[in-house]
């Protein structure tokens, strides 16, 4: 038994050793010019927006639930926990991700048009994936050492890097001079004890 309790706690040693290693990556990418972090509004519930919604009345949209307001709370202190003590962080104009990247608490976030959804108008995601490699570009040479921070919708993300991404998920990006994508390493989103329940459907 008493070896038993030794090799568990070795383990739990590691693991805790290997999930800082992983933090400290995150924070010390974070400070590189060439590196920030996508990520997709937290749950709410649905697809797409009601029908006449405007960008201008919240109550029109869909919006975050109560859990997407805790997923995006509990993403904020896991950021924090990583060393993320500073962060420029850019919203999308729907309020689904305005209130995602506000609950983040890292202050008043950016209104950013070039990372709005183009959900209901899908043939214009070669010019938002540009606008979006344009925004990288310009803001990492002179972000400084705070991390960048980008609260989007699903449609922007895969279009950007080819992969699905759930409710809350965070994307690692690395990015050359002109924003086009280098590497992406997926950090699924957090709930009460590992991950968030999340859907993959398109919003």
């Known amino acids: 038994m008493g070896n038993l309790l030794k ?7 590691l693991a805790v050793m290997a999930i800082a290693a992983t933090a400290s990556e995150l924070a010390d990418k974070l400070k590189l ?7 997709r509004h937290a749950l709410a519930p649905g697809i797409g927006d009601p029908s006449g919604f405007t960008l201008a009345d919240c ?3 869909r919006n975050l639930d109560a ?11 896991w950021l924090q926990r990583q060393g993320i003590q500073t962060a420029l962080v850019l ?32 043939q214009e995601a070669s010019h938002c994936t540009h606008r979006l490699q344009q925004r990288l570009a310009q803001l ?48 699924p989103s957090l709930g009460d004890d590992l991950y968030f329940k999340r859907s993959s459907m398109p919003r």
Request: charged share 15%; aromatic share 6%; with cysteine.
């Open 91 to 122: 919203t999308s104009p729907w309020c689904r991700c305005k209130d995602t990247a506000g609950l983040l608490g890292y202050g008043a976030p950016e209104v950013e048009p070039a990372i709005g959804s183009f959900f209901e108008s899908s």
């Open 67 to 77: 859990h997407g307001r805790q997923q995006a709370m509990r993403t904020g202190e």
């Open 140 to 187: 990492g040479p002179i972000k400084g050492h705070q991390a960048l921070i980008l609260v989007t919708h699903h449609v922007n993300i895969l279009d950007y890097m080819g992969s699905h991404v759930g409710s809350g998920d965070m994307v690692l990006v690395q990015f050359d001079a002109q924003g086009k994508l280098l590497t992406a390493k997926r950090y």
């Open 7 to 13: 090799q568990l706690a070795v383990s739990a040693v």
């Open 33 to 39: 010019p060439n590196h920030a972090l996508l990520m």
């Open 59 to 61: 109550a029109t949209q």
